[in-house]
């Protein structure tokens, strides 16, 4: 069944109005003493309480230099990431689309890195989460690198 515009529309707003709220705080959101309604309560839960952090990194650079390749980003993250998030972590090859800040819709490569870390340890995270996401931007130009954090329940 297609979206209406104006679903469509309410969606974009929605999601426009997140992401300017900032992902530093979006740790925040997640209720420590979590859902006590009857329907959370009655589903069974597996796990422990994570958070799951997802990085969407670009590959097109605006300074006009080739994209950035897989060896580049992977150097990236064995330098920036893995040294923060010794634990582990996982990058899925991606396309993507956003408008930028001139307005110019943009298409392309990149890659989605997931970290999944306890609840308890959101906070000390967060700096070493924005570190990534500024040394990335800094090193190969880019205006942003998205940010989507969620409550997750993880089971080793």
Do not use: C
Not at 28 to 34: I, L, M, R, S
Not at 39 to 68: C, E, I, M, W
Not at 121 to 132: H, L, S, V, W
């Amino acid at each position: 069944m297609p979206i209406s515009k104006p679903r469509l529309r309410a969606a974009a707003v929605t999601t426009a109005a997140v992401l300017a709220v900032g992902a530093p705080t979006a740790y925040a959101a997640f209720d420590p003493g979590g859902d006590t309604s009857t329907t959370a309560q009655s589903a069974a839960v597996r796990g422990k309480p994570y958070v799951g952090t997802h990085l969407y990194f670009g590959t097109g650079r605006n300074d006009g230099k080739p994209d950035v390749t897989e060896k580049q980003f992977l150097a990236f993250v064995t330098k920036a990431v893995t040294p923060r998030f010794p634990d582990g972590l996982t990058i899925e090859d991606a396309r993507g689309q956003w408008r930028n800040a001139k307005g110019v819709v943009i298409r392309e490569r990149s890659y989605e890195l997931t970290l999944l870390y306890p609840k308890s340890q959101a906070r000390a995270k967060d700096p070493g989460i924005e570190a990534i996401r500024s040394a990335y931007k800094k090193e190969f130009h880019q205006e942003s690198v998205m940010r989507a954090d969620e409550a997750a329940n993880v089971d080793f």
